[in-house]
Nanobody, 119 residues
Framework: QVQLVESGGGLVQAGGSLSLSCAASGSIFSVNTMAWFRQAPGKQRELVAAVSSGGSTNYADSVKGRFTISRDNAKNTVFLQMNSLRPEDTGFYSC?????????????WGQGTQVTVSS
């Protein structure tokens, strides 16, 4: 059994910062890609940022230069530092991880956390 447990999020004024973290635990052999997605009301879920096991990153154009994704492979944890937040960053943020366990590949999601940016 694998779990992704998220922390962080909340309410912040525009221009402020928030950080999210997500830790994977359980019967894990290795963790490949870890990522953050978000979904705003009335919109589809979108990729915010992703990081490979080797540290390669990619970002949605809308967050480049403001958000930083990182990971601690020893702790199977991914972080998202969000700076210069805008009202349009408001949404439900979910952690994703592609995990190898028992010689199989699985996609896991965290429970999600709300990020609200007030103008």
């Amino acid at each position: 059994q694998v779990q992704l447990v998220e922390s962080g999020g909340g309410l912040v004024q525009a221009g402020g910062s928030l950080s999210l973290s997500c830790a994977a635990s359980g019967s894990i052999f290795s963790v490949n890609t870890m990522a953050w997605f978000r979904q705003a009301p009335g919109k589809q879920r979108e990729l915010v940022a992703a990081v490979s096991s080797g540290g390669s990153t990619n970002y949605a154009d809308s967050v480049k230069g403001r958000f930083t994704i990182s990971r601690d492979n020893a702790k199977n944890t991914v972080f998202l530092q969000m700076n210069s937040l805008r009202p349009e960053d408001t949404g439900f943020y979910s952690c994703y991880a592609r995990i190898i366990a028992l010689e199989k590949v699985y996609d896991y999601w965290g429970q999600g956390t709300q990020v609200t940016v007030s103008s």
